[in-house]
C-alpha cells in the first residue's frame, strides 16, 4: 500500500494560515477517524499535534487544528509563527491491522 | 514524566542481524501498545511494527514481515525489535514510540524515543 499524499512543501507569512492536505482512499483516511498529525524538527523526533481528526494533546495551541472531508484530512496551522516552521507527517490507520504515514510536508514560514 | 530510550543501533553487513531496545519509564507500560516507526536518511516516517499491551498481539508493514520481529517484557518496562535477514534499505533512524492505549492501532503516538540508527552495509 503506498504511503498518503501530502504536498512535498507549504509556506505562509507570519500570521497567515496555512492547510496541509493528506489524502487516501475510501479504505483508509475515508474509511476510519484515526488520523494523526506530526511536527517534527530537524534531528529530532515527531511530537503529536493533532490525533484522531480534530483532537489536540494538551500543550498543543489551538492556533494548530484538524479536519477531514471524505478521503482527505487536513492540518491548518493559524496566526504563523516562525517556531512553526518544520516537517509536517499524517498518518492513519487503514485497515487490515496497518498504519500509514504521509510523505511528510515541509512547512516554511516566510 | 513519559521516558523512552533506545539503545542497540549500529552497523551491521546485509543479511545480518541486530536486537534493539527501548527502555520505558514513568507510566504503567503494560498499559499501552508499543510502536517502531523508522525514518531513513532524509526520507520520511514510516509504521514498521506495533504490539498491544499483553504482548499476545503483534503487527507489521508489510516491508518488514518475515524478518523483523517485536516483544516486549513488560515486567521490565522493555520493548524489543529484533531485526534478521536485515537489507540496504532497512538502514534508518528507528523511534519507540507509546500508543494512546492497550489495545490499539490508533497511531496517536503522545511519546517518541529519541532514536537508534541502524545502518545496514558491508
Known amino acids: 500500500q503506498s504511503a498518503l499524499t501530502q504536498p512535498s512543501s507549504a509556506s505562509g507569512s507570519p500570521g497567515q494560515s496555512v492547510t496541509i492536505s493528506c489524502t487516501g482512499t475510501s479504505s483508509d483516511i475515508g474509511g476510519y477517524d484515526f488520523v494523526s498529525w506530526y511536527k517534527q524538527l530537524p534531528g529530532k523526533a515527531p511530537k503529536l499535534m493533532i490525533y484522531?481528526?480534530?483532537k489536540r494533546p494538551s500543550g498543543v495551541p489551538d492556533r494548530f487544528s484538524g479536519s477531514k472531508s471524505g478521503n482527505t484530512a487536513s492540518l491548518t496551522v493559524s496566526g504563523l509563527q516562525a517556531e512553526d516552521e518544520a516537517d509536517y507527517y499524517c498518518t492513519s490507520y487503514v485497515g487490515s491491522d496497518k498504519v500509514l504515514f504521509g510523505g511528510g510536508t515541509k512547512l516554511t514560514v516566510l | 514524566e513519559v521516558q523512552l530510550l533506545e539503545s542497540g543501533g549500529g552497523l551491521v553487513q546485509p543479511g545480518g542481524s541486530l536486537r534493539l531496545s527501548c527502555a520505558a519509564s514513568?507510566?504503567?507500560?503494560?498499559?499501552?501498545?508499543m510502536s517502531w516507526v523508522r525514518q531513513a536518511p532524509g526520507q520520511g516516517l514510516e509504521w514498521v511494527s506495533s504490539?498491544?499491551?499483553?504482548?499476545?498481539?503483534?503487527y507489521y508493514a508489510d516491508s518488514v514481515k518475515g524478518r523483523l520481529t517485536i516483544s516486549r517484557d513488560n515486567s521490565k518496562s522493555t520493548l524489543f525489535l529484533q531485526m534478521n535477514t536485515l537489507r540496504a534499505e532497512d538502514t534508518a533512524i528507528y523511534y519507540c514510540?507509546?500508543?494512546?492505549?492497550?489495545?490499539?492501532?490508533?497511531?496517536?503516538?503522545?511519546?517518541w524515543g529519541q532514536g537508534t540508527l541502524v545502518t545496514v552495509s558491508s
Open positions: 514510540a507509546k500508543g494512546a492505549g492497550e489495545n490499539q492501532l490508533r497511531p496517536n503516538y503522545n511519546s
Open positions: 484522531e481528526v480534530t
Open positions: 504490539i498491544f499491551g499483553g504482548g499476545r498481539y503483534t
Open positions: 514513568g507510566f504503567t507500560f503494560s498499559s499501552y501498545a
